[in-house]
């Protein structure tokens, strides 16, 4: 069993992006002091800790805004739920995510891809965040809390990343007495006697410092990913454009995608409802096959916002999976991409559903038929068909008689010349006849809608006068004749 190996994602702005945007500087406040401020308000001098009186008086323009637990939260489930594209194993701890990734290193090209590959990915949330790798997940919680960006997988050298961390990120209390004789860091905290050191900063500062350093099991809950997704996401200011809104949803689409990726499912429909004064509008997003990449939801998306015409600002967005279904795996190549070029074709089916309108694309499927206009029907989504292998699809094949690319809609009457059929010169028969009778069991009921119904006909193949192969039949019941069905060449 491999060890665990826990990455950190920690949100440092996160009480002050996941407010609507304010004009600079501004500053969030908590209990009558300030707890966040942005860049500017901390040029001034307003930092966290300073009383609401105080930050007026050092920067009279500083807009100050109260903290509101619910967006973080919800911003913060959209993280765990992003956080689901690489790893089963989430589990959340104040304003950051903890990743377990020691079992999924083989799937994303080793640990350096991993860490990199995330940290690409989160510029999605657009969100700051500060990332931080260690053996234990207490360790990369202080190590990116401290916004060193460590990437250390050895227990036996965590000691030397922990130890100059400050001792400020034990309780206010035990930092406060170790702070009193001396001790700044966790590494001078931890030379002390421990029963010394429990008694005078408390036992469950001491576990905290043995869990953090590896020596006492660090047990986590593990973040439950939701069983609908529906998530919600208000917007810093009004839209009034709908392809702006695409970096909006961006956040959205990411924390889908990582909950498809945890489930083992795709996602088939789904609707991205924008939300205005006057009430919402609702935009439809439909894919070929189930999907979990967020990169095809975001460019279906894409195409259909940019051909939108708001008729209100939106305020906020809201994206719902509304088909869910099992994802299954695809079998790799030994020569080729076979997976990508399916995954190539469904992006484009995508994008030209969401660009003409997804009743203008359609999908054709084999029926059980003989009749050549009732063997084929067309859909809105492509049917699923269980999987040949090669030799069995070989045989099949060779077995069946050769049936023509072209069929035409209804087929075309021949003239007739002492029994051989005619279409702008004489048609040589090559090979035949096939005789097809079927369709008995539709007449004097309701007959089909390419009108065959009870069909009793001999097929030719045959070669008109400018040399192409044409596909013919002769009507066996009366009045009989010649028609033309379908095309080779």
């Known amino acids: 069993m491999k060890a665990p190996i826990w990455l950190a994602l920690h949100l440092p702005a996160l009480a002050l992006e996941a407010l609507p945007s304010s004009p600079s500087p501004s500053a969030v406040v908590a209990q009558g002091r300030v707890l966040l401020a942005d860049a500017a308000a901390q040029r001034a001098g307003v930092m966290a800790g300073v009383g609401v009186s105080s930050a007026r008086a050092l920067l009279p323009a500083l807009s100050l805004r109260p903290r509101d637990l619910a967006r973080e939260s919800a911003a913060m489930q959209a993280v765990a739920c992003w956080a689901g594209r690489f790893t089963p194993r989430v589990s959340l701890a104040d304003d950051t995510v903890l990743l377990e990734i020691g079992r999924c290193l083989r799937l994303f090209g080793g640990l350096r891809a991993l860490v990199a590959t995330i940290g690409e990915s989160a510029a999605s949330l657009d969100l700051s965040v500060a990332l931080a790798v260690a053996p234990t997940p207490l360790a990369a919680h202080w190590l990116a809390l401290s916004g060193v960006a460590v990437v250390c997988t050895s227990p036996a050298r965590l000691a030397q990343h922990l130890d100059p961390l400050p001792v400020t990120l034990l309780p206010a209390r035990a930092a406060a007495a170790l702070q009193g004789f001396g001790s700044t ?166 994008r030209l559903g969401a660009r003409l309108g997804e009743t203008q694309v359609v999908f054709p499927a084999v029926c059980n038929d003989h009749r050549p206009e009732c063997a084929t029907r067309c859909g809105a989504q492509p049917e699923a068909s269980p999987p040949l292998s090669s030799a069995l699809l070989s045989s099949l094949l060779s077995s069946l008689p050769p049936r023509p690319l072209w069929l035409l809609a209804a087929p075309e009457s021949l003239r007739e010349v002492a029994g051989r059929p005619y279409r702008g010169g004489r048609l040589d028969l090559l090979t035949g006849p096939e005789r097809i009778e079927s369709g008995w069991w539709d007449e004097g009921e309701r007959g089909t809608e390419t009108g065959a119904v009870d069909v009793r006909r001999d097929y030719f193949i045959a070669r008109d006068a400018g040399g192409r192969a044409v596909w013919i039949f002769r009507e066996c019941r009366a009045p009989g004749g010649w028609f033309l069905h379908g095309f080779f060449s």
Do not use: K, N
């Open 185 to 350: 860091t966790l590494g001078a905290a931890r030379r002390l006697p421990a029963a010394a050191l429990a008694r005078r900063i408390g036992a469950d500062a001491v576990c905290l410092l043995a869990r953090a350093f590896g020596e006492l099991p660090d047990p986590r809950p593990d973040f439950v990913f939701p069983e609908q997704f529906s998530m919600s996401l208000p917007l810093p200011a009004a839209v009034e454009h709908a392809p702006v809104l695409v970096f909006a949803a961006r956040r959205l689409v990411a924390a889908l995608s990582g909950w498809l990726t945890a489930r083992q499912a795709g996602v088939r429909r789904a609707t991205l409802r924008l939300r205005h004064v006057s009430g919402e509008t609702a935009l439809s997003l439909g894919f070929s096959e189930p999907i979990a990449d967020a990169g095809r939801i975001e460019r279906v998306l894409r195409e259909r916002l940019d051909r939108l015409t708001l008729t209100a600002p939106v305020e906020s967005l809201c994206l719902d999976a509304l088909e869910v279904a099992a994802r299954p795996g695809h079998d790799g190549a030994l020569f080729g991409d076979a997976g990508g070029e399916r995954e190539r074709m469904g992006a484009l089916r995508e």
